[in-house]
């Protein structure tokens, strides 16, 4: 399939819902978070694939603002297995030129998380392959919610007018500011919604559901997921005669 693919065609950003590890491991007849631990290799192999391929930013949802509400057991497990999660794979990112950034409410994070997350960071900073996102304790009216705080604080002072407020003033109070917005969403699981992810910079991004669930989830389903993009019409509001003029 990769085969297939248009390399000239490439979305620079792909964004992904990473869903279905509690159902994974309830099908076996085990506990939630034995998913949560199989995902980290649909981690690791869609991130190896996307840097193979010179995808320029592949953002993943790892823990959003309502996962909080979870039972605390599974919450404890799931920043156990970020952290070592993060250890175990720095080496992986160097090994692949892989830069790791984060977004979200990073201070919210265990302090070990956010030392951990912090390391990574620095370690992997001066890669120049694949950007890795993660959001954590992400959600995006958290996000646009802080975006409007900082313009309204800058507005009040004076350093803003009203009338300065545009679209691009927005994206660049956002925590994504220097990232593009993803022309690709992929959703696992088969579930049909957005969650509360990236609101704003999903505007006009194509979306793909496939109903694998997250810990099966492998480079064959990205390289799906990336022909089905190739195969869209992006008309942005135009009509079809006006893309293909
Ligand atoms: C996604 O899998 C991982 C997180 C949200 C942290 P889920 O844990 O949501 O799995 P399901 O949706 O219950 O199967
Ligand atoms: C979305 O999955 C959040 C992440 C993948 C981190 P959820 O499983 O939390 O979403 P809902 O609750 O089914 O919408
Ligand atoms: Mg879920």
Redesign the pocket.
């Known amino acids: 399939m990769k085969e297939k693919i248009n390399t000239e065609k490439l979305p620079l950003h792909i964004a992904v819902i990473?869903?279905?590890?509690?159902?994974?491991?309830?099908k076996q007849g085990a506990m939630?978070v034995f998913?949560?631990r199989n995902?980290v290799k649909a981690v690791r192999d869609t991130t190896e694939a996307c840097a193979e391929l010179g995808i320029k930013y592949l953002t993943l949802?790892?823990?959003?603002t309502e996962?909080w509400s979870?039972p605390q057991a599974?919450v404890n497990a799931?920043m156990e297995l970020l952290v070592s999660t993060i250890r175990s794979e720095t080496e992986t990112l160097m090994k692949n030129n892989v830069r790791l950034l984060a977004i979200g409410d990073i201070q919210n994070l265990p302090k070990n998380c956010q030392k951990e997350l912090a390391e990574a960071i620095e370690i992997t900073s001066k890669n120049t392959g694949l950007s890795l996102v993660l959001a954590l304790s992400y959600s995006g009216r958290w996000e646009i919610t802080e975006a409007i705080k900082q313009i309204s604080t800058k507005v009040a002072s004076g350093e803003l007018s009203v009338n300065e407020i545009t679209d691009q003033v927005i994206s660049q109070h956002l925590t994504t500011k220097n990232i593009p917005d993803p022309e690709l969403l992929i959703r696992t699981?088969g579930?049909m919604r957005i969650s509360n992810f990236l609101l704003w910079q999903i505007a006009y991004t194509e979306i793909f559901i496939c109903d694998t669930?997250?810990p099966d989830f492998r480079r064959e389903h990205l390289y799906e997921a990336i022909l089905a993009y190739q195969q869209r019409e992006r008309r942005f509001g135009k009509i079809s005669e006006q893309v293909n003029a």
Request: no cysteine; charged share 30%; net charge positive.
């Open positions: 990473m869903d279905g590890n509690g159902r994974w491991a309830k939630r998913g949560h995902a949802y790892a823990f959003s996962n979870r599974e799931l699981s579930e669930l997250w």
